[in-house]
């Protein structure tokens, strides 16, 4: 048994772990942080995607081990205080999450990508939806909840997100 200090959604924890899992296994199976999904195992489909110091990784490809120090920001650490955060209420509000598998991971994106580069631009915002599989909106309601989520994310800026 191993363990290593890491931060998880704003908590700083020692976790024990067997030795070559992914970061998805810890979250999941140890953690019971549910909301990042596993899809294809591959990198592929983007479904696990998490913030790990500040950079959208697909938590399926990472192992665990190689996390020592690391802060690590999953769906489950966006809200605070029962409320949503700015980038999930743009996907309620833009009618995007059908069946939400694939939605964490994107906007575990999205959250990475408007927290560097708040004014990113329309084609920056398709490359990150790029990295991700959806199989039942299709991808305009998803750009259409990216600008909204840009819109709110900004006008939330300088207030706690």
């Known amino acids: 048994m191993q363990s290593i200090t890491v931060t998880i959604n704003g908590?700083?924890?020692?976790?024990?772990?067997?030795g070559g899992e992914t970061?998805?296994?810890v979250l999941r199976d140890n953690l019971y942080l549910t909301g990042t999904k596993y899809g294809c195992g591959q990198g592929a489909c983007g479904?696990?995607?998490?913030?790990?110091?500040?950079?959208?990784?697909?938590?399926?490809?990472v192992?665990?081990?190689?996390?020592?120090?690391?802060?690590i920001l999953t769906i489950e650490g966006?809200?605070?205080?029962?409320?949503?955060?700015?980038?999930?209420?743009?996907f309620i509000d833009a009618d995007a999450v059908h069946c939400g598998f694939c939605t964490p991971g994107i906007i575990m994106e999205l959250?990475?990508?408007?927290?560097?580069?708040p004014d990113a631009s329309e084609?920056?915002?398709?490359?990150?939806?790029?990295?991700?599989?959806?199989?039942?909106?299709?991808y305009l309601p998803l750009i259409e909840a990216a600008?909204?989520?840009?819109?709110y994310y900004k006008e939330s800026i300088g207030k706690e997100v």
């Open 11 to 18: 908590e700083k924890k020692e976790i024990y772990f067997e």
């Open 23 to 25: 970061l998805l296994d």
């Open 47 to 61: 479904a696990c995607t998490v913030v790990v110091n500040g950079e959208a990784v697909k938590s399926c490809m």
């Open 63 to 71: 192992l665990f081990r190689r996390l020592e120090g690391a802060e």
């Open 78 to 90: 966006l809200s605070k205080n029962g409320e949503l955060h700015p980038i999930q209420k743009a």
């Open 111 to 117: 959250y990475a990508l408007f927290t560097k580069n």
């Open 123 to 138: 084609e920056e915002i398709k490359k990150a939806l790029n990295k991700h599989l959806c199989r039942c909106t299709g």
């Open 147 to 151: 600008k909204i989520a840009q819109k």
